[in-house]
């Protein structure tokens, strides 16, 4: 617990003392469209409702809040809230995307009235929520069904049609969904009408959209140009990895998953340390602005492919450590401060059971790193990553930025490996082992199977 409490207290000095002598970097930055200058060290927590209590209510999950903000989470991304179509439901409970109505919440989660005093828990804990959206698709018994079903995509039957595979032009087997027709005007408005009512209406600080690689890129500057002009500070991310989507000023991240399946190769023993490289050269370089949101599990990729125990067995905690010290904003699933070494079942009832905690400190301590040293902040304020060793199995590289350095070795394999540096790291503190580190150009350092060095200036 020292160093959780070491860097707790690193945080608290850090962020009650105010660097003048940036302020006008920081106005510069805000005056264009781009991360709202609160979520520069953010780190984002994802909550799963109704599996997060046995309750699986916004009222049960407000006990956690405090916790959370212990944790050094900044903002936590609500899966939908809102009711869930009965007709042609999946599962007992159905799909949190099958939404029937966007303008209330999920009985079964509880009401408006607890959803707003969640949103004042959180942000009296000076944390941010940001909803799930769901702009591709609705449940089968949507209210705009029988309103507006010119609002749909009908098939050549003239009947509404569910979301197709504009690859294979067949379904893509979303059954319990209804394709939006983006063509009609109309419902663009409706549809952002309904995202600005939740801004105005209940103060909320942002959106992630699901399934945004499936909605126009023309619907996404009109969106986010609304958005920005009801409140310029919100945080917007996308569930698609298309380069344009940040590039043209309509989220500020989107989802790393070509990284994420990188990290998960790696993990097999199908790839290794040169292929992040390709990654940084081949796909980060496509994206000239915003960050790309980095992870280790979620809720899809949980239920449907496997815990990060399953994926990348002993070597997850070295996995973690890059997605949450590269070059990009990180993400944390509900339940991995647990941890969770289950799938979670997506349509019925499967609690998380938060008993141990034992990987709070070591995610805490990342968090607090990451709010400390300005280096790993997310983009624009952070400082690009940069390799410091040559190896094909341990990612030896820093981060650097003013008076702030962090320095990361990872091995990324479940073997000893070697790796040579190529400059003098030197007058350096190791978080984790709480070691004083000084090493030399040249000098080749062996480390053990999924061994982690994390080190900041001292």
Known sequence: MKKLIFFILAV???????????????????????????????????????????????????????????????????????PISETKRKGSLGSYYAVSDFRTVNPEFGTLEDLKNLIDKIHAYNMKVI????????????????????????????????????????????????????DNPEMRKAMIGDL??????YNIDGYRMDIAFGVPLDFWKTCADTLMKTRNDLFLLAEAEIPDQLNEKTFHACYGWSFFHTMNAIARGEKN?????????????????????????????????????????????????????????????????????????FFEKDSISFRTLSNMDFYATLTALKHQEEAVWNEPY???????????????????????????????????R????????????????????????GESIEMQPWESWVMIKK
Not at 328 to 340: A, H, K, N
């Open 12 to 82: 608290s000095i850090f962020s009650t003392c105010k660097d003048t002598s940036k302020d006008k970097d920081m106005h510069t930055i805000q005056d264009e469209f781009t991360l709202p200058e609160w979520a520069k060290s953010a780190v984002i927590y994802e909550v799963n409702i109704r599996q997060y209590t046995p309750e699986g209510t916004l009222n049960a999950f407000s006990d956690h809040i405090p916790r959370l903000k212990a944790l050094g989470v900044d903002i936590l991304w609500l899966m939908p809230v809102f």
């Open 131 to 182: 909803l799930d959206w769901v702009p591709n698709h609705t449940g089968w018994d949507h209210t705009w069904i029988k309103t507006h079903p010119e609002f749909y995509t009908k098939g050549p039957d003239g009947n509404i049609t569910d979301p197709i595979d504009p690859v294979t032009g067949k379904s893509h087997g979303w059954s319990d969904v209804a394709d939006l027709n983006y």
């Open 196 to 201: 600005v009512h939740w801004v105005k209406n």
């Open 273 to 345: 340390v040169s292929h992040i490289r390709e990654w940084i050269e081949n796909e980060r370089s496509r994206y000239h602005r915003g960050s790309i949101m980095h992870f280790i599990t979620n809720h899809d990729e949980n239920s449907w492919n496997g815990t990060e125990f399953e994926r990348m067995g002993s070597g997850y905690k070295a996995f973690a450590i890059l997605a949450m010290t590269m070059d990009g904003i990180p993400l944390i699933y509900s339940g991995q401060e647990e941890p969770l070494t289950k799938r979670l079942a």
């Open 382 to 416: 952070g400082a690009p990553l940069q390799f410091i060793g040559d190896s094909d199995h341990i990612a030896a590289y820093k981060r650097e930025k003013n008076n702030s350095k962090v320095v990361i070795m990872v091995n990324l394999s479940d073997q000893k």
């Open 418 to 441: 070697s790796v040579v540096l190529n400059e003098d790291v030197n007058q350096m503190l190791d978080i984790y082992r709480r070691v004083d580190v000084s090493l030399r150009k």
